[in-house]
């Protein structure tokens, strides 16, 4: 069976999950806490980054590598990609400025928010991961965080500029869907939908996803009110709609077939 090395949490690692079983792949995902996951990646084939997927062909360390292998084992008809020509350029266009700034920008911000509630935060972060690794992020997260702050260059005030870049990134979505089309890339969903989908998961946090993600009721206020607003933008309730009709019922599925993980 197929190996995925993720932070359960990620949307990067979400995004290659939401591949995986929207085309009923079979995989084992083995989940890691931030740090310690570098690791496990290094020892499956990878950088420092995850996800990886350890397929018989080799290891692949990039989400959008991880797509291309999945439509490679996919009907014509379900892929991601167009066939070769300027829609697949579009797409590609499109997923890859989302992995370039939606995907880091709200990853950050929602870490500079959560980073204060240490309780909140690791109930939902170490879901499925090793016990002791659970343990060791709970008795050493003060130690920890430094490390976290550096690698996603949280610095003081990054999050006014973070915010104002995703605000941006929200408008030039609802700009791209304006003209009538369905779908980030035309008629049909595709890499470009699934990628919002799942990038804007740390933005919007939708009731589907590949791991728990807290409540609106229970986030402190500044990530309540910022997810309450990005929640009610055009591009957000089309990325809430896209995790509705594309992702709930592969969740259920991949859960009905027996999906594993690294703390089970």
Same mark, same amino acid.
């Given at each position: 069976m197929?190996?995925? &090395? %993720?932070?359960?949490?990620?949307?990067?690692?979400?995004?290659?999950? +939401?591949?995986? /079983?929207?085309?009923?792949?079979?995989?084992?995902? /083995?989940?890691?806490?931030?740090? *310690?996951h570098i690791l496990y990646v290094k020892r499956a084939g990878g950088g420092v980054t995850a996800p990886v997927l350890v397929t018989p062909e080799g290891p692949l360390g990039q989400s959008e590598d991880i797509l291309r292998w999945v439509d490679e084992r996919t009907p014509p008809e379900q892929r991601l990609f167009p066939p070769e020509g300027p829609q697949r350029d579009e797409v590609l266009r499109i997923s890859r400025r989302l992995d370039a700034e939606l995907g880091p920008k709200g990853r950050r911000l929602m870490y500079v928010n959560m980073l204060p509630e240490k309780a909140l935060l690791l109930d939902f972060n170490n879901t499925g991961v090793?016990?002791?690794?659970?343990? $060791?992020?709970? &008795?050493? $997260?003060?130690?920890?965080?430094? &490390?976290?702050?550096?690698?996603?260059?949280? %610095?003081?005030? *990054?999050? &006014?500029?973070?915010?104002?870049?995703?605000?941006?990134?929200?408008? +030039? *979505?609802?700009?791209?869907?304006?003209d009538g089309r369905p779908y980030l890339g035309g008629e049909r969903f595709g890499a470009a939908d699934l990628t919002f989908g799942a990038l804007s998961a740390a933005i919007v946090v939708p009731p589907d996803y590949g791991t728990p993600l807290p409540g609106l009721d229970g986030m402190p206020a500044g990530a309540r009110d910022f997810v309450t607003r990005a929640r009610e933008h055009p591009a957000g309730q089309f990325a809430l709609s896209l995790v509705e009709r594309h992702r709930r019922e592969t969740i259920s599925a991949a859960t009905a077939s027996g999906r594993s993980s690294a703390g089970r």
């Open positions: 197929l190996r995925l &090395v %993720t932070i359960p949490i990620s949307h990067y690692c979400e995004k290659a999950r +939401w591949a995986l /079983e929207r085309a009923e792949i079979p995989y084992r995902e /083995e989940r890691h806490i931030q740090g *310690v090793p016990r002791w690794e659970d343990r $060791f992020m709970r &008795v050493g $997260f003060n130690l920890l965080t430094p &490390v976290v702050k550096r690698r996603l260059s949280i %610095t003081p005030g *990054v999050e &006014v500029s973070d915010e104002a870049d995703i605000w941006r990134e929200l408008d +030039w *979505v609802a700009e791209l869907l304006a």
